[in-house]
């Protein structure tokens, strides 16, 4: 079935550093790549998308990029902060149903 | 814009009691999504309603697990009976359409402990 594997599940960097989280997914009719950022006690709330038809999008300090032959994707965050310590979900959606399918997330923490 | 709303927050129940979350989505969404987030883990998706239909619910277990979205606006998801493996963030999502490239907005959760 539809899958959408997430490493690493802990990542742990100095404020400043730069952090890179990356995504496989199973399906290859998937078209729609959005990141989530979810803080403790939080809810999840979207910090950046792709789609199929780019490679690359950036936004400020964060980027994703997308390898549809390789089925990978991956958020980038330079000059990592504190505040940007979450929890961070990947997902992917298929063209064949409507359903968002989470990755199992990766706990970032930035020490100052 | 007023974001999407959910209560209780939190509940805490016995195992075989029932319990009831409702859903109000951003006004004007059509798709209304409940997602099941067990601790560690990333959101499930329960159920996915377009207005008062039902797109997808091949995730919901239908022997304990109900939800409704009669007047194709708010919505409840209902657990009868329930079990220890039921604790869990229980998340509502609404989008403006339905096809799977929709943005989708998260509520702040309901809490559910079952003992």
């Known amino acids: 079935g539809e899958n959408v594997e997430q490493h690493p599940s802990t990542l742990s960097v100095q404020e400043g550093d730069s952090a890179v989280i990356k995504c496989t997914y199973s399906?290859?009719?998937?078209?729609?790549f959005p990141w989530y950022k979810q803080e403790l006690g939080k809810r999840p709330q979207l910090i950046i998308d792709?789609?199929?038809?780019?490679g690359e999008k950036k936004d400020q300090r964060i980027a994703v990029t997308l390898n549809k032959t390789a089925k990978h994707f991956s958020l980038h965050i330079t000059e990592t902060q504190p505040e940007d310590s979450a929890v961070y979900f990947c997902?992917?959606?298929?063209?064949?149903?409507?359903?968002?399918?989470f990755g199992a997330g990766t706990r970032l923490f930035v020490k100052a | 814009e007023a974001g999407v709303a959910q209560s209780p927050r939190y509940k805490i129940i016995e195992k075989r009691q029932s319990v009831a979350f409702w859903c109000n989505p951003i006004?004007?969404?059509?798709?209304l999504y409940w997602y099941q987030q067990i601790l560690g883990q990333g959101p499930k998706l329960l159920i996915q309603?377009?207005?008062?239909?039902?797109?997808?619910d091949s995730q919901l277990p239908k022997d304990r697990f109900s939800a409704e979205r009669l007047k194709g606006v708010d919505s409840t998801l209902k657990i009868q009976p329930a079990k220890l493996e039921d604790s869990a963030v229980y998340l509502c999502?609404?989008?403006?359409?339905?096809?799977?490239?929709?943005?989708?907005?998260f509520g702040p959760g309901t809490r559910l402990l079952v003992l």
């Open positions: 999502a609404s989008s403006h359409g339905q096809g799977a490239r929709e943005t989708q907005y």
């Open positions: 792709i789609r199929s038809n780019v």
């Open positions: 309603f377009q207005n008062n239909g039902v797109v997808d």
């Open positions: 399906d290859s009719a998937s078209n729609y």
């Open positions: 006004s004007g969404h059509a798709t």
């Open positions: 997902a992917a959606s298929y063209t064949g149903g409507f359903k968002t399918i």
